[in-house]
């Protein structure tokens, strides 16, 4: 079982900043392709980016050259910093982790909300 632990959600006005972290064990942190998704009500989970063991990246469209996503191997840290964030961005951030042909492993969700 992998368990990945998120912080750093929280209510911004728009055009603000936001970081959001994500711990996954130690022992296996480096083999992990990790991923951001986001859920907003009503609506399907959709990716948001994506970083593999190796550091290569991925993002949504609609996030791209706002979102940077990062890892640190030293701290099994994920992060998500997103900036110049918009009303739209409004969602339940999820971190995953893919490790081989294991099925996804998922954290809790972090409530993001972009309102003035």
Known sequence: QVQLVESGGGLVQPGGSLRLSCAAPGSIFRFLTMGWYRQAPGNQRDLV?????????????????????????????????????????????????????RPDYWGQGTQVTVSS
């Open 49 to 101: 980016a994506t970083i593999t063991s190796g550091g290569g990246t991925n993002y949504a469209d609609s996030v791209k050259g706002r979102f940077t996503i990062s890892r640190d191997n030293a701290k099994n840290t994920v992060y998500l910093q997103m900036n110049s964030l918009k009303p739209e961005d409004t969602a339940v951030y999820y971190c995953k982790a893919q490790w081989g042909a």
